[in-house]
């Protein structure tokens, strides 16, 4: 990559730092669950580049574990969008879920606190001008494509190889996640590599999408078998995991890689 697009793209990957650190900032109000998915986003997007050295920098254990306290307060704020109240067993899982949505919002204020502190901003703002400018110089883009794309594929080939149904279940969540590298990386380089396409991008967020409901489904059944139901409603609990169980199990087999 030429000195100028270098230059470009480390800015661009600056100010995603930058937006990040604002809708993280946004996000700790809880006023609105977008910020949250938002930080979520810019966050994952760095990482992404992070992702691409086999010797990751020391900030990586400590992004990733924002990334994980995120995390768990999305899904619990994309389960409780989702959820129609319509018996008291539905009452007392939504319940359940405010609880635990509760204690995640307290773990990442408490993770926000530990890791979000200057030296994190400085050393992450000189790993993108430094190590990941200089990269972007030394190396042509495509191979950083090359490079998702081939992940991607082994970890479908894996996919395929595995025949228990948590095998099954935990590939297609390293698919997913490897999906999403690969299109961030050709959205950041469409103005710099010609490798790099629209129509790529356009399949890989559907195919995000499709695993994306897949795993909504795989998350909302294990929150369900982590709910102990009152003793009153145990036959109607049992009925609805066997419910969310088939629908998994009819999501998984219908995705085509």
Do not use: C
């Not at 129509?199 to 995000?208: E, G, S, T, Y």
């Amino acid at each position: 990559m030429n000195q100028r697009n270098a230059e470009k793209l480390k800015y661009e990957l600056l100010e995603t730092w930058n937006t990040f650190n604002h809708y993280m900032t946004e996000a700790l109000t809880f006023q609105n669950s977008e910020d949250i998915h938002q930080a979520r986003v810019h966050l994952r997007k760095l990482l992404t580049f992070i992702q691409l050295y086999d010797t990751k920098p020391s900030t990586y254990r400590q992004l990733k574990q924002l990334m994980e306290a995120l995390g768990a307060v999305r899904d619990g704020d994309v389960l409780l969008e989702g959820l129609a109240v319509e018996t008291e067993l539905d009452q007392a899982f939504t319940d359940h879920v405010e609880a635990q949505r509760a204690k995640d919002r307290t773990l990442l204020k408490a993770r926000v606190t530990e890791k979000m502190t200057p030296s994190l901003d400085q050393q992450v703002r000189r790993f993108i001008g430094g190590q990941l400018f200089r990269a972007f110089r030394k190396q042509d883009a495509a191979t950083f494509l090359e490079k998702a794309k081939d992940d991607r594929k082994r970890r479908i080939e894996t996919h395929h190889e595995a025949t228990k149904r948590t095998d099954r279940l935990d590939t297609l969540h390293k698919v997913r996640l490897a999906v999403k590298r690969e299109r961030y990386l050709n959205e950041y380089l469409l103005n710099y590599e010609p490798s790099a396409s629209k129509d790529h991008v356009q399949k890989l967020k559907r195919l995000q999408t499709e695993l994306g409901d897949m795993n909504d489904r795989h998350q909302l059944l294990l929150r369900w078998t982590d709910f102990t139901p009152p003793a009153a409603l145990t036959d109607d609990y049992e009925q609805v995991v066997q419910q969310l169980h088939t629908r998994l199990d009819e999501s998984v087999d219908a995705i085509k890689l």
